[in-house]
């Protein structure tokens, strides 16, 4: 007998083995609610599942590190805040303390309260921490600032004085380090002064004539009868210093006779031997009164009344008048005829002489231009008045040609011949007439009734004016000519000029000078620069920035008024607003600039002067000095990704009071912003004339809202990546689950499937394994 295996029951014991597995890989499903649980399960899928989920533990790491960084940010934020609420009350107190109600005690008081303010906003930079780190306290350099130093002397400036801007050749002058060259000449009218009148031609004054005076005669014959003379009466009037005057005068035979008026005077005639005694009576009586010339031959008697006025306005009756006059009689008086007009005779009117004066001839000019030519830069002074009519032609500004030169002159401005409409030497006559005056100045015509010149008169009439003169002089002023077109070229001007200048002295103070500096743009970051000077030196430092400089013209004309941007003022209104006695023409063409003195007069001759007068130099010569300040921010790094170099770096100011107020450890302190002097307090709230400079106090509140705007924006930006991490944390774990994660309804059905089929299976078995041991028993 043959016994074979139980194939049927080994393939029953293959079936339950792959239920029994199934089934377990089920409950583990269940049990972990999860479909892979090793790498078995399925390799690339558990890969990438792995990846994920260190990814997403990064990432919770990470939103945890930006909601702490944002946490820390408001801590500094809110210490930030305190430092600005405390400023704002500092300058409430600096504002209480320049008001000039208070006292010196007050302000003292008051700077006290400020120190503490000063000493808290210190204490909060210093002891604002987050988790043990300082906050507020930098911990590298972000900046070096352009700071400054004020000495209590004047250095050049380094490599300042490499161009020549000036001829200099006088190594030293009024014991200060030149090079120099001198605004004046030895030979000036004043040696090295610098000004000048030049007197270029003079012309006699001709043909004035004797004004002559009124004459009028009391002509009398020695035949003149008695009873012609009785009881008759003239009147004499004339001007005196207080007034009119009139003198009546009476011929009588009784001294005793009352006779009506006022200033009556009676001439005797009773008992004189002859008319002609009479008359030298008369003659003696009107002496008394009148001023009078008497004079007699063998057959006339005369009384000869000649005025001491002369002119024409003697011959006015209501001034000068001889007639004879009636006066009344009664109430006591005596009866008074008129004399016999044939005794009075005017001999001659009062005439007014002839003016002396001198003819400009302008027959020769046929075109504005060559007039204007002629007479730009020079003067008609007349000697009558010693006034001086000056010629400058507006048009030519900013020149020197625009400029007047004499000192109390009428300037004449040529350039509106151009625009008058009229022809050129009647333009010029009426202009001329305009500002002399017409009892000074005559128009000249021809034939044709065209203006060929003008008459200047003299300012008195008569031979008088015959020893006035016409002069034409010009000004010569204390002045220097820089060409910068030579200096610089035309090209690179900005980076030739950066750091060069020149400067000026006055020429009666030789510690009195300005600085012009050139600098090829600003650091708006930089600080402020402060105004040069010492109590003994008297320094103005003018500032060009030339960074936008693109020709010579815009050079000179950034230099001469500024560009309303980076140079807010020029030169010109530089030197006004600092009470300097220097101006500057520029002719912006050629690329020339020339520094003036705008006294019109000699100042070498006083008792305080220069060496040598004004003196000009290459270089800068200050007080104030250039140095640096580093500002410093605290640089944190909060990680926000698994990349060690990406990540937020967190920028917090430092906001001690010398990056708040921008000042130098070791320069300066805060003992420099107090309440006790006005130039403090101005320092502290800055002012809007004659420059307007923004106040300390300002600035260094910019500086904190400028800190707490990037603390701000900072902490918006650790909020937005707050957002942006959880969207990611959120979307990884959900494709991460999808990945990993069981379905639990399929794996309880499997779970359910392999369950039953594992219990048949093991059924079946056993009944196979049943049929082997029959057979067994058999057998036996």
Do not use: C
């Not at 014991?13 to 649980?37: D, M, P, R, V, Y």
């Not at 220097?582 to 002719?587: E, G, K, M, S």
């Not at 107020?661 to 502290?684: A, N, P, Q």
């Amino acid at each position: 007998m043959v016994i074979t295996n139980n194939v049927s029951a080994n393939m029953i014991l293959g079936n339950f083995n792959k239920n029994i597995k199934g089934k377990s890989k089920a409950t583990g499903q269940l049990s972990l609610a999860e479909k892979i649980s090793s790498a078995g399960d399925d390799a690339s899928t558990y890969a990438i599942s792995e990846k994920m989920r260190v990814s997403i533990r990064a990432l919770n790491q990470a939103d945890a590190n930006v909601q702490n960084g944002a946490s820390m940010l408001r801590v500094a934020e809110g210490a930030i805040q305190s430092q600005i609420n405390l400023l704002r009350t500092v300058k409430e107190r600096v504002i209480n303390a320049h008001n000039d109600t208070n006292t010196d005690a007050d302000r003292l008081i008051i700077q006290k309260e400020i120190s503490q303010y000063y000493d808290e906003i210190n204490d909060i930079a210093a002891e604002t921490t987050f988790n043990g780190r300082h906050l507020l306290l930098g911990n590298r350099v972000q900046d070096s600032v352009k700071s400054w130093f004020k000495l209590d002397h004047a250095e050049k400036l380094a490599d300042s004085d490499t161009l020549s801007f000036v001829a200099t050749s006088i190594e030293s002058l009024d014991w200060q380090e030149g090079p120099f060259a001198i605004f004046g000449a030895s030979n000036d009218d004043v040696a090295f002064d610098g000004y000048n009148i030049k007197t270029l031609n003079t012309y006699d004054m001709t043909g004035g004539t004797v004004d002559t005076a009124n004459v009028i005669e009391l002509t009398f014959s020695v035949d003149t009868d008695y009873d012609d003379l009785q009881d008759r009466a003239f009147i004499i009037k004339f001007p005196g210093d207080d007034g009119m005057h009139e003198e009546t005068f009476v011929f009588t035979a009784n001294m005793n006779n009352k006779y009506r008026g006022t200033n009556v005077n009676k001439i005797n005639i009773y008992g004189v031997e002859s008319v002609k005694k009479v008359i030298e009576n008369a003659a003696a009586r009107i002496n008394d009164k009148v001023d009078l010339k008497y004079s007699t031959d063998s057959q006339y008697m005369k009384i000869v009344l000649t005025t001491l006025e002369k002119g024409t306005v003697t011959s006015d009756d209501d001034l000068y008048n001889v007639e004879g006059v009636e006066l009344a009689d009664g109430g006591g008086y005596t009866k008074a005829y008129a004399l016999d007009p044939k005794y009075i005779k005017n001999k001659h009117s009062g005439k007014d002489g002839a003016t002396a004066s001198w003819t400009m001839d302008l027959s020769s000019y046929s075109d504005a231009e060559s007039l204007i030519s002629a007479y730009i830069g020079k003067a008609i002074h007349h000697s009558g008045n010693n006034k001086s009519y000056e010629f400058i032609d507006s048009s030519k500004s900013p020149t020197m040609g625009s400029i007047p030169k004499l000192n109390g002159s009428t300037v004449i401005d040529l350039n509106s011949i151009r625009s008058s409409g009229k022809p050129v030497a009647e333009a010029f006559a009426d202009m001329l007439t305009s500002s002399m005056g017409s009892s000074l100045v005559e128009t000249v015509k021809d034939t044709s009734d065209q203006v060929t010149g003008v008459k200047i008169k003299a300012t008195v009439r008569g031979t008088a004016g015959n020893s006035q003169k016409i002069s034409f002089v010009e000004g010569d002023m204390r002045d220097y000519t820089i060409d910068f077109t030579s200096v610089v070229g035309t090209s690179n001007i900005a980076g030739t000029l950066d750091g060069k200048g020149f400067r000026f002295y006055s020429a009666t103070n030789p510690n009195q000078w300005v600085n012009v500096l050139f600098v090829n743009g600003i650091n708006p970051n930089d600080d402020p620069r402060p105004a040069s000077g010492t109590g003994d030196l008297d320094i103005d430092t003018f500032v060009v920035d030339v960074s936008d400089v693109e020709d010579m013209r815009s050079l000179i004309k950034t230099l001469y008024e500024g560009d309303g941007e980076k140079n807010p003022m020029g030169l010109n209104e530089f030197l006004s607003r600092n009470g300097q006695d220097f101006q500057i023409a520029a002719d912006y063409n050629n690329g020339t600039v020339t520094v003036y003195d705008t006294r019109r007069y000699t100042v070498m001759d006083g008792a305080v002067h220069a060496e040598k007068g004004a003196k000009i130099a290459n270089g800068i010569f200050d007080n104030v000095v250039n140095d640096y300040r580093n500002t410093y921010v605290n640089d944190l790094v909060i990680q926000h990704t698994d990349k060690s170099s990406a990540n937020i770096h967190v920028l917090i100011p430092q906001t001690t009071m010398d990056h708040i107020f921008g000042y130098k450890i070791g320069e300066s302190s805060l003992e420099d912003y107090s309440v006790l002097t006005s130039e403090k307090r101005e320092m502290l709230l800055g002012r809007d004339y004659p420059i307007k400079e923004t106040g300390t106090l300002d600035k260094g509140l910019q500086y904190l809202i400028d800190a707490n705007t990037l603390i701000g924006s900072q902490i918006n930006h650790m909020e937005n990546a707050d957002t942006n991490l959880v969207t990611v944390i959120e979307n990884t774990t959900a494709a991460e689950s999808v990945m990993r994660d069981a379905n639990m309804a399929k794996s309880a059905m499997d779970f359910a499937k392999y369950n039953i089929l594992s219990q048949s299976t093991q059924a079946m078995l056993s009944q196979f394994n049943q049929d082997s041991h029959n057979v067994l028993n058999l057998l036996q």
